[in-house]
């Protein structure tokens, strides 16, 4: 779909650190709540969730958990926070329907909460592409293993 950045990554027409490159495309958020932030997403574009068919929706979910998986695995995070925006009023900013996959540590409130509370200035917390893709190699060695 025209104008969705989503679509254009899935489209190797914009720029993003891609852990999984499949059915399903999984990358790193450019403004990450914490290290090793990951979006997944399916190539197909739809905004909300009640428009894919039950099998992509099992599908996202399964990725969604190869990546917490990873993420652990990796040393990135003691559990994941599965968060998926579904709609404006929700807080979805992006109309291509995305699973977020946030690391959580233990104690890492006062790290998360300024970012929590600053979630709608995306570039105050941007990283730098050398970066994230530093990141998205260390959780691909895990999803390989
Ligand atoms: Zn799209």
Redesign the pocket.
Known sequence: ?AD?I??AI?AGKAEASVVIDDDYLAFMDIAPFATGHTLIIPRR?VQRVAELTSDERAGLFEVGNRIGTALREAGLAEDVHFVLNDGDKASQTV??VHLHVVPRRSKDLRRLLPRVLTAFAPPLWRRRRTQLDAVAERIRAKLDG
């Open positions: 779909m969705c989503f679509c899935c574009h109309y291509h």
